[in-house]
C-alpha cells in the first residue's frame, strides 16, 4: 500500500470513530430530559403535559429540519455543517441546565433538535468521500453502536450522576465537555477541495428526481419500521417492564441497559459480517438487504414472543431483539450511501431520516392508546411486529439494486 492510500485509509479511520462518538454524545443529549423528567417535574412544578411538550418537543425541530441540514450536507461542506450542528446540539444542552421557566427549556430543546438534525445527513455525506464500500457496513455499525451505547450510558450514569449531584450540572457539564469533540473534528476531517469535488457532486439532483425513485421509498419504509421498534423500546419498555411484567425498577434498568448493550454489539458484529461477506464476492445488493430486511424482520418477531413469553424466556427473547435491531441499523445507512452516492448522499439521509423519525412520532401515541383501550400490551406487540415485518419486505422487494442511482444531470446556469 502506497504512502496516500496508508494516509487516506487512516483519515477515515479516525474520521468513522469521530462519527461514532457523536453519535453516541448525540443519544445521550437527546434522551436525558427523560432522565431528569422525575426531578425536573418536581423542581419547576410542571403539568404532566407541559413535560410531555418537552419530551416530544426534540422530535418537532430535528423531523422538520432533516430534509434541510440533508441540503446544506450537500450543497456546502459537511465538515464546517457537522461542526456547527454539534455547536448548537451542545450549547443548548450546556444552556438547559441554568433554566427555571417552560417556555425556555421548550426553546432549548427546539434548538436541540434543529443543531441534532445536522448529524446523520452530514454522516452519510462523510462515509461516501472516505469510506468505499466494502468497509461502510462496519463504519454505519461504529455509528449504530453509539446510538445503542448514548441511551445505556445515559440512563447507567447519566441517572446516578443526577441522583448524587442534581439534574442541573449534569446538563452543564454534558454540554461542554461535549464540545471537546470539536477539536480533532477540525484537526482530522479534510476540507473539501474543489479540484477533488466531481461535477454530479457539485450539480446537484432536483427534488423531483429523487421523489421517483422506487428505492427512495423503500429505504424510508425500512427505516420506518425499524424506527418503530427502537422507539417502542426507548419509550414504553421501561414502563412495561415494570408495570406488566413486575420487575422491580432496579432489574428493570438493567435489563433495558442490557438491551442497548446489545443493540450496540449486534450493529457491530453485523456490519463486520457484511463487509467481510462482499469482500469474499457478495454483493451489496444480496447482503445488505438481507441483513437489514432479516434483522428488522426478527426483531419484531421476538419481541412478539417476549409479550407471549414467560419472565425468564421474554428476557431472552428482548435482548435477542435488540441484537437484531443492531443487525438491521448495521446496514440501513450503508444502503442508503451507495445508492444515493456522493451527489444526493445528504439529501436522501435527511429524507429518509424525515420520514423514518416520523416513528418516534406514531409509535409512543400508538402505544399508549392501544394501552389505555385494551389494558394490555399484547396488541401493541402485534403492531410493532407487523410494522417491522412490513419494514423487512421494504428491503426484499421495494429496494432495487444496491448500486449508486445514475442521477441525471442539471444543467449548469440553473446553480446547484
Known amino acids: 500500500m502506497d504512502n496516500a492510500s496508508s494516509s487516506s485509509s487512516h483519515t477515515g479511520r479516525r474520521i468513522v470513530a469521530l462519527l461514532a462518538l457523536a453519535a453516541l454524545i448525540n443519544y445521550i443529549d437527546r434522551g436525558n430530559l427523560s432522565i431528569a423528567s422525575s426531578l425536573l417535574k418536581d423542581e419547576l412544578k410542571l403539568s404532566a403535559s407541559q413535560l410531555g411538550i418537552l419530551l416530544s418537543s426534540f422530535f418537532w425541530t430535528y423531523s422538520l429540519f432533516l430534509p434541510v441540514s440533508g441540503w446544506l450536507a450537500d450543497r456546502f461542506d459537511a465538515k464546517w455543517v457537522m461542526a456547527f450542528g454539534f455547536f448548537l446540539w451542545s450549547g443548548a444542552t450546556a444552556v438547559t441546565g441554568g433554566l427555571h421557566a417552560f417556555g425556555a427549556l421548550l426553546a432549548a430543546r427546539l434548538i436541540l433538535g434543529m443543531g441534532e438534525s445536522v448529524a446523520y445527513p452530514c454522516y452519510a455525506r462523510t462515509l461516501v468521500r472516505h469510506v468505499p464500500e466494502v468497509g461502510r457496513g462496519f463504519a454505519n455499525a461504529l455509528i449504530a453502536a453509539g446510538v445503542g451505547c448514548g441511551p445505556a450510558l445515559g440512563t447507567v450514569f447519566g441517572g446516578t450522576l443526577m441522583a448524587r449531584y442534581g439534574w442541573r450540572p449534569f446538563f452543564i457539564v454534558l454540554g461542554l465537555v461535549s464540545m471537546a469533540w470539536l477539536i480533532p473534528w477540525f484537526a482530522w476531517m479534510p476540507l473539501k477541495k474543489a479540484a477533488t469535488v466531481s461535477p454530479v457532486e457539485k450539480g446537484g439532483a432536483w427534488f423531483l428526481e429523487l421523489l421517483k425513485q422506487r428505492s427512495v421509498w423503500g429505504t424510508c419504509g425500512g427505516l420506518f419500521g425499524a424506527n418503530y421498534v427502537l422507539y417502542f423500546e426507548i419509550t ?57 430486511g432479516v434483522g428488522a424482520g426478527s426483531a419484531g418477531l421476538l419481541l412478539l414472543g417476549c409479550a407471549l413469553a414467560g419472565p425468564t424466556i421474554s428476557v431472552i427473547l428482548l435482548l435477542l431483539a435488540f441484537v437484531t435491531g443492531g443487525m438491521c441499523g448495521s446496514n440501513i445507512w450503508a444502503i442508503t450511501q451507495t445508492l444515493a452516492g456522493p451527489r444526493m448522499a445528504g439529501r436522501w439521509t435527511g429524507f429518509q431520516n424525515f420520514l423514518g423519525n416520523l416513528a418516534g412520532i406514531i409509535a ?29 419486505l421494504s428491503y426484499f422487494f421495494v429496494i432495487g439494486p444496491v448500486k449508486e442511482i445514475a442521477w441525471h444531470e442539471r444543467p449548469a446556469s440553473e446553480g446547484a
Open 236 to 292: 414504553w419498555l421501561p414502563y412495561y417492564l415494570e408495570r406488566e411484567r413486575h420487575f422491580a425498577v432496579g432489574t428493570m434498568v438493567k435489563i433495558v441497559g442490557l438491551g442497548y448493550l446489545c443493540y450496540s454489539a449486534g450493529a457491530a458484529m453485523f456490519g463486520w459480517i457484511s463487509d467481510r461477506w462482499i469482500a469474499a464476492g457478495g454483493t451489496p445488493t444480496l447482503v445488505r438487504k438481507s441483513i437489514a
Open 364 to 392: 409512543p401515541a400508538v402505544t399508549g392508546f392501544v394501552v389505555d383501550f385494551s389494558g394490555r400490551f399484547f396488541m401493541a406487540f402485534v403492531i410493532m411486529a407487523i410494522v417491522a415485518l412490513l419494514a423487512a
